[in-house]
């Protein structure tokens, strides 16, 4: 009796910091809503990691930002991000499918998932941090407007060796501020997000140049800027 007593007061000791790790993490996003974060994840470990670290960071809010590169990223990465709340399942679904029928399993990661992975998480494909990276996504959607989760994406999105963020990619590779980016500008900074320590926006491969093309031609079946004009403020 004593020993199944230690074991459920341990238990409820147990889920009891369980739960004040799950109320800080969601006053922690909520906060975040209202107050930019000082940093992210991603940009600590750069910092930590390289040898060398040249960090060009600025933030700009998403209403000085050329309405291009939201459209493009989310062109790029995630045409269902007016829809889905955090996690698209039906493009999991679809990739899950794909990759049984013996095509590559593609990512299918939504623009909030990635948002929590940079913000919050590392880089891997452990099952853990993709669960982690689900479960942040959907309370970020649940506690963020759509513009919000943008403007933090565009704002800590790695752009290449470190540059992070619209505004610094902006002026690294075309010399000018985000305001004055035009789409053919937005679809090639969002053609490298995949992999931008691969990828390259000073000089796109012919890959790279492959994406951009595409990326545009979606941009455009996308009915251009109206399709982003309805998100909540």
């Known amino acids: 009796m004593a020993r199944q007593s230690l074991i459920r007061k341990l238990l409820r000791r147990l889920i009891g910091f369980l739960a004040g790790c799950v109320l800080f993490v969601l006053l922690v996003i909520l906060l975040f809503r209202f107050v930019n974060p000082p940093t992210s994840a991603f940009v600590l470990a750069y910092l930590v990691t390289d040898t060398n670290p040249e960090l060009q ?20 990465e995630d045409q269902r991000f007016p829809e889905h709340h955090g996690v698209d399942f039906a493009v999991i679904r679809q990739a899950v499918s794909e990759h049984k029928r013996g095509q590559g399993l593609r990512g299918a990661s939504t623009i909030t998932q990635q948002t929590a992975k940079n913000l919050f998480l590392w880089n891997g494909r452990s099952f853990v941090r993709k669960a982690l990276e689900a479960g942040l996504a959907i309370a970020i959607d649940a506690l963020w407007p759509k513009r919000r989760i943008l403007e933090v994406y565009l704002n800590i999105a790695e752009f290449g060796r470190g540059v992070y963020g619209v505004e610094a990619a902006s002026r690294q590779y075309f010399g000018i501020p985000a305001s004055q980016l035009s789409p053919a500008q937005a679809a090639r900074l969002a053609a490298v997000l995949p992999n931008p320590k691969v990828l390259s926006a000073a000089q796109p491969s012919t890959y790279v140049w492959g994406r951009i093309a595409w990326i545009r031609g979606q941009m455009e079946q996308l009915s251009g800027l109206q399709y982003l004009r309805g998100l909540d403020d």
Do not use: F, Y
């Not at 998403?62 to 062109?75: D, E, F, K, R």
């Open 57 to 76: 960071q600025k933030w700009v809010a998403l209403s000085v930002i050329s309405p291009w590169m939201p459209l493009a990223v989310v062109a790029s």
